[in-house]
């Protein structure tokens, strides 16, 4: 097997679809398993991938193996697999609180380990991904998982040291922007929109709006000051969410978020 999945969760299946949808690797190429028989069975419906509940199965198949289960379960995951995994094998895990450190000395041994965020939206193409490799990993075998990581959004390359950065800003950013697309909706609602189009109208504007910060080039700033007309509707919603503290919320927001991340 080239792909190999310990937990096949949502951002597993996120993964391996755009893997499968890009054509990069055939579904007869790639093992997953589960603990549950629900999710084992759901992943092989879904994108006809082979299906195992022996942890050690999809480790002593895989040239590349995604450690997908929750952080509290990575050591007991990795008890299971260590005496499996070679050196050959890429690791690649999804963890936030995971260090490279961490993780070989859970190994015991020198082991090939590409530490990566990805985040939800990966679920529809468009995520966003760091990842971090360790020494054992070769400028070939990056560019592998990079292109492999980048079959359900972008990826870039950081040092480890901004990881918890990175799960504030992205990993996590995503429950931020669906609560601010939510109480945008419910303003529209209050002011007599229907429900279904408040919605519509509110995710689009933040689509647009992100596509306009990647796209443009331009600071966020200017592209805000060029939305805001002199005595305009615009500026005085801004000076709403400045007295309201939006954007400190914000940023204290993000700052206990790495917090936690550094901690786990």
Known sequence: ?????????????????????????????????????????????????RITADNCEAAANAEVLVLSVKPQYYAQTIAQI??????????????????????????????????TMPNTPALVGEGMTAMCPNEYVTEEEKQYIRELLGAFGKVEIVPESQIDAVVAVSGSSPAY??????AMADAAVAEGLPRVQAYEFAAQAVYGSAKMVLETGKHP????????????????AVRVLEKEGFRSALIEAMKACAEISRNL
């Open 1 to 49: 097997m080239k792909l190999g999945f310990i937990g096949t969760g949502n951002m597993a299946g996120a993964i391996m679809g755009g893997i499968i949808r890009k054509g990069m690797i055939a579904p007869d190429e790639i093992i997953g398993s589960d603990i549950l028989e629900a999710g084992r069975n759901r992943v092989k419906e879904t994108y006809g991938i």
């Open 82 to 115: 260590k005496d499996t995994v070679g050196e050959d094998q890429i690791i690649v895990t999804l963890a936030p609180g995971k260090t490279l450190s961490w993780l070989e000395e859970q190994f015991g041994k020198p082991v090939k380990i590409v530490r």
């Open 177 to 182: 922007v669906f609560m601010m697309i939510e």
């Open 221 to 236: 700033g200017e592209l805000k000051d060029m939305v805001c007309s002199p005595a305009g509707t615009t500026i005085e």
